[in-house]
């Protein structure tokens, strides 16, 4: 049986559909570290990370931040699961600066029952969502 010459990816989140293009590769934030899938690829199922997720299509690549969930991955299809996913170009850059102020200051000024991972997971989230949304201005 040959080889796909394409992939199938499929991002969705409980509310929509993120994403659903052919492409020619894509780059995963797996919890286990980043991997790379291109056509043909083993199957496999992954958990997502916190992080920046990039598809290419040709010359083109699109980024998108996510936060966990999975990742299916077949020879010919991936299906990306995340709990949220929001593409570079409909990031709000106030709200995500907001956000990184806010994780910031519980993070300076820790109080004695405050929650130090889901503190750090927001940092983290306002981190990635900034980082993909500056992709969409750099063109």
């Known amino acids: 049986m040959p080889l796909p010459d394409h992939l199938t990816l499929e991002i969705v989140t409980p509310e ?4 659903s293009e052919q492409i020619d590769e894509v ?11 291109l056509p043909g690829h083993t199957p496999l199922l992954a958990t997502l990370q916190v992080g920046e997720l990039w598809y290419r299509r040709g010359q083109e690549t699109s980024y998108v931040a996510v936060s966990f969930g999975f990742a299916e991955v077949q020879p010919d299809r991936v299906t990306i699961l995340a709990q949220i996913a929001e593409s570079a170009e409909e990031i709000d850059v106030t709200r995500a600066k907001d956000a990184e102020r806010r994780a910031k200051g519980r993070l300076d000024t820790p109080v004695l029952d405050m929650d130090f991972e889901r503190a750090r997971i927001a940092m983290l989230k306002s981190l990635i969502r900034l980082r993909v949304a500056s992709r969409a201005n750099r063109g």
Do not use: D
């Open 27 to 37: 780059q995963i934030p797996g919890a286990e570290g980043s991997f790379g899938v």
């Open 16 to 19: 929509r559909a993120v994403v």
